[in-house]
Structures are given as structure tokens and as C-alpha cells.
């Protein structure tokens, strides 16, 4: 396929990508080297073909993960050796090149998801590097989506049409004939968003069973005991809590799960999923993500299944609500591909955009996930989730954890960082579009068209931390002002020239010049900085 990496915000000056290239699908009868995320079937071009697994040390003394982050990516690994037996050759090593120094034959590899890991590949010879897996739609598929975007957006000034996500996923429902009718989506309608943007359930309790959980084995004690061994040498450091494993480290455990959501919870997922409850962290979500990030999952399966489910349910009569399959199968095959793609398309030079000038440092509260040093109830308690379980859902991400960021002017790189290293789910290529295009703004509107920056009433509305929390989501000034309601105007009072070019942004601005305390509330946020809340 061609090189999108030149595409908006691609900083390669129209040069050819390598990691880009137009790679194989298949190969000769080679070991296929599998990454510590490419651990599911799919992976493999027959059942029976050998295996290279290398679980590589510096991985986590480079950075400081969540400690379920670090057990869950070696226990995974561990369980695919076990599965395999004296079909993989496993090497505990240092450094990759360590492993595949020892390897006297050729290999062949799924094209890894970052751009690091593809440079490392691709350099190193004797491996053929095939077309990536692990999402629904392929790159050369994108790509030549992308180009008639492209083709289509082209007039004066030879301006390009915006690669948007919805138009991206109604292009891949139909290729790929997912929940279509014909030429038609299901139900007459691509986007049910609108039917699933609904406060908490009013009597506070999830609208959904609790989530099958796998059972811990042999193999996580093994993994917490070399993890407490490194650690106490001072090898390595993480942030978090330990245990117990949440989320599947095999296949089977990740079929199960997926089964357990599309028989009892994908019903109740949609109209509740933006919601936010302080004792009900889980609601109707999935909890697939780490699994499918893993590559324990093929999403095509995914997305067949939850397909499978909801006809199933129209012709038994008992039809599943169509917005809440709609919205789940728009997560996996439009969202999740999208930042996929988009990851590769904007370029390597992406993750340094900094449109809004942001140059705080993560404080150490944050950085740490120290839940009992923040007073703001919605934040506190995002947090303690975090550090207990690595994982909340897409609103505390996006709209606690990223809106508190971009209000106070945290670097978006050194976020991205932080939301790579602090979820289970999280990596390279999932963090960096989401981070600095979609949370952070700092690509100046490439992926959103505005900053997601609101005060407190959005969480007051969509949650029920407000209710007995110290801080009056209503104020923004005095000792009970709302951090998000007063960072909300000191943000727009900070980034006003950046913002004002904005369509979308000029009856906010506007609303700056009635605020007669605003030079107060400013005076208050700069004070405040990014102490605790």
C-alpha cells in the first residue's frame, strides 16, 4: 500500500515509510514470532505452525506500568507458552535482540503496532514481515479509503476532506456487511449515539449483571513472584495495586468473557455507557478491551458474535435494543479501527503536537494514582479505580482524567505517556491519537472538531460524584468552586487565541466577556495549578 503518513499532521515531507510498506499476508512455512500482543490464533497461519515468544525484561524498566498491566502482559505470555508446549521456543532475555540472536531460522512476523516495534522488525534480517492483524479492516483498505477521501475533499487550494470517524465506519459496515440490510444499516439509521447518551440509572445500581471473572492459576503465581523479585531488586517500579487478575490471559478465557457480555450484558450496554456511578464502576461495558489489545480476540469474531446475538434475538422475538449493538459494534470496528489507522496515517511526528501550548509536568499525585491526596469526589474516585483495577471506562478517561489535564495545561505527550503506562489496555498506537487528538486538542482539530473541556456540570449530570462532594459543581470561585467548573473558564481564558480561529468555540469564548469575576477566577486556577483538587 502507499505511505498515508503524510496525510494531515504527517510529518514525513512525502517520503516513503517503510513501516508502511505493502507487506504479504502469508508466508513460507517459517516460525512466526509473535509480540506479547499478538497472542490470540489469529496470529498463526495454521494451528501447527512453530512459534517464537520472547519476553523481553527491558520492556518494563523502560517505564513505570500499573503492576496488573506488567502481571497481565507476562502472565498472557506465559499461558500462550504453556498452551503451545514444544510447538513455541520461549526466551527470557533482556532485550529482543538477545532472543533472536539464538534463532537459526527464518521467521516471520504479523506487522507490530508501533512504530518502534516495525523499525525493529524490519531492520533485522532473516524476518519477513507480513500485513498486520488484530482489526477488521486492513491498511491497504484504509489507505485507499483515505485517498478517495482525499480525492473527493480536493478544490480550491487543493484542501483535503477531514478523515472522520463516522464516515469511516459506515464505509467498513458496508464492506464488510455488518449489520446491514441490503444496501441500508439495520433499523434505518448508522448512528444510534443519540439513545445512548443517558444519566445513571436513577436508583445508582448497574443495569447490567456483574461480569464473569476468570480465576487466577499457577502461572499468576509464578508471574506476581517474579514481579515482587524485580521489584525488590530495584529492576523495575510500578504504580498501582496488585491483583487480583480481572481481565482473560488466554483465548479461552477471552471467548468466555466475550460470551458472558453478548448473552447477559450487551442488552443493557448502550443507553447507560457514557454513564459514571461511584459504586458501580463496571455498568453493561464490555470489559473486552484488554483482551482484544492483547490479541487474545479477533474483533471480526467480536463483531460477528454481537451481529450473531442481536438476529438471534429478532428472530426468537425478543428483540436486543439495536442501540445498544450499534453502539458496541461502532466501538470495536469504528473507533477502536479508526485510531488504529489514524495512529499510522498522522505520522510519526504526531505525539509532539502541542497546538494549545500545554507544558505542565504530570504531577506526582496524578502520576502516582493517589486517590487519598485529591479532594474532588468525581477525581478521587477515578483514580482509586484506576489504581485498583488499571482500567475505567471511556467517560472518567475522557471527560475526569483528560478534561483535568487539558484544563490545567498538562504536556499532552507526557499524558499520552501516563495513560499508556496506567491502563491495562493501554499502548502506543490505542493512546497517541486518543490522547493528543481526541483528549488533549494539541493537534489543533485533526481528530475532534473541539476540545472536550467542560465544567462540572457535565459530571454532575452524566454521575453521582456531585451530590457529596466538597466542591459546588455550580461555582467557580470561592473555597467550594468547582475545580472543573473554574478550570473550565481559566482554560478558555488561556487558550482564547488558539481557540479563536474555532467555529465551534465562539459562543464559549463570548461567554468569557460576561464574566465579571473571570480575572478572579483566572488569579484563583493559577494559584491552584496542579496541586491536588
Not at 42 to 62: C, I, M, W
Not at 311 to 333: A, K, W, Y
Not at 374 to 382: I, K, Q, T
Not at 519 to 526: I, M, N
Request: some cysteine; hydrophobic content about 35%; aromatic content about 8%.
Amino acid at each position: 500500500m502507499a505511505s498515508s503518513a503524510t496525510g494531515a499532521g504527517g510529518g514525513d515531507g512525502g517520503r516513503r515509510d517503510p513501516a508502511l510498506v505493502d507487506f504479504p499476508a502469508r508466508a513460507p512455512r517459517t516460525r512466526r514470532w509473535c509480540f506479547a500482543d499478538q497472542l490470540g490464533p489469529h496470529f498463526l497461519d495454521r494451528p501447527d505452525q512453530p512459534v517464537l515468544l520472547v519476553e523481553s525484561r527491558a520492556v518494563f524498566t523502560r517505564r513505570r506500568f500499573h503492576r496488573q498491566k506488567a502481571h497481565l502482559v507476562l502472565s498472557a505470555l506465559r499461558h500462550r507458552v504453556a498452551e503451545l508446549g514444544d510447538q513455541a521456543e520461549f526466551h527470557q532475555v533482556g532485550t529482543y535482540g538477545e532472543a533472536l540472536d539464538r534463532v537459526r531460522e527464518p521467521l516471520s512476523v504479523c506487522a507490530p503496532t508501533s512504530w518502534g516495534s516495525r523499525d525493529m522488525v524490519l531492520r533485522r534480517p532473516g524476518v519477513e514481515v507480513l500485513a498486520a492483524r488484530g482489526f477488521v479492516t486492513g491498511q491497504p483498505d484504509f489507505a485507499a479509503w483515505a485517498a478517495g477521501r482525499s480525492r473527493r475533499g480536493g478544490g480550491a487550494g487543493g484542501r483535503q476532506s477531514r478523515l472522520l470517524m463516522e464516515d469511516f465506519y459506515r464505509d467498513a459496515r458496508r464492506r464488510h456487511d455488518v449489520l446491514m440490510d441490503g444496501a441500508q444499516p439495520v433499523g434505518g439509521r448508522w448512528n444510534l449515539d443519540e439513545e445512548n447518551r443517558q444519566p445513571p440509572p436513577a436508583d445508582g445500581r448497574s443495569p447490567a449483571p456483574v461480569p464473569w471473572w476468570p480465576e487466577e492459576d499457577g502461572i499468576d503465581e509464578e508471574v506476581r513472584a517474579d514481579l515482587d523479585r524485580w521489584e525488590a531488586a530495584g529492576d523495575v517500579s510500578f504504580v498501582g495495586d496488585d491483583g487480583p487478575r480481572l481481565f482473560p490471559v488466554t483465548h479461552r478465557e477471552a471467548l468466555h468473557r466475550l460470551r458472558d457480555f453478548l448473552g447477559n450484558r450487551l442488552g443493557a450496554f448502550g443507553p447507560h455507557e457514557d454513564a459514571m456511578l461511584r459504586d458501580e464502576r463496571w455498568l453493561a461495558h464490555s470489559l473486552l478491551s484488554p483482551a482484544l489489545n492483547l490479541g487474545l480476540l479477533d474483533p471480526v469474531d467480536v463483531v460477528t458474535g454481537a451481529e450473531q446475538r442481536y438476529r438471534d434475538s429478532v428472530t426468537d422475538g425478543d428483540p436486543l435494543p439495536l442501540n445498544s449493538v450499534e453502539g458496541f459494534v461502532r466501538q470495536v470496528m469504528g473507533w477502536r479501527d479508526y485510531i488504529w489507522h489514524m495512529y499510522w496515517h498522522l505520522g510519526r511526528d504526531f505525539r509532539t503536537r502541542n497546538h494549545l501550548g500545554a507544558t505542565q509536568q504530570v504531577p506526582g499525585w496524578l502520576g502516582g494514582l493517589d486517590d487519598d491526596a485529591v479532594d474532588a469526589a468525581c477525581l478521587s474516585d477515578v483514580l482509586g479505580d484506576l489504581r485498583r483495577d488499571g482500567w475505567v471506562h471511556h467517560i472518567p478517561r475522557l471527560m475526569v482524567l483528560g478534561n483535568y489535564a487539558l484544563q490545567r495545561g498538562i504536556d499532552p505527550s507526557a499524558m499520552t505517556d501516563w495513560f499508556h503506562e496506567s491502563f491495562v489496555d493501554g499502548y502506543e498506537w490505542v493512546m497517541v491519537a486518543n490522547v493528543v487528538g481526541m483528549s488533549q486538542h494539541a493537534d489543533g482539530g485533526v481528530l475532534a472538531t473541539k476540545p472536550y473541556a467542560s465544567g462540572g456540570a457535565y459530571i454532575d449530570r452524566m454521575s453521582d460524584y456531585c451530590g457529596g462532594c466538597r466542591y459546588d459543581p455550580r461555582k467557580r470561585l470561592g473555597e467550594d468552586a468547582c475545580p472543573f467548573t473554574a478550570g473550565y473558564w481559566a482554560f478558555l481564558d488561556r487558550t482564547r487565541d488558539r481557540l479563536a480561529g474555532n467555529h465551534r468555540m465562539r459562543r464559549p469564548l463570548q461567554g468569557l466577556d460576561r464574566l465579571e469575576d473571570l480575572p478572579a477566577v483566572v488569579e484563583q486556577e493559577r494559584l491552584r495549578g496542579t496541586e491536588p483538587p
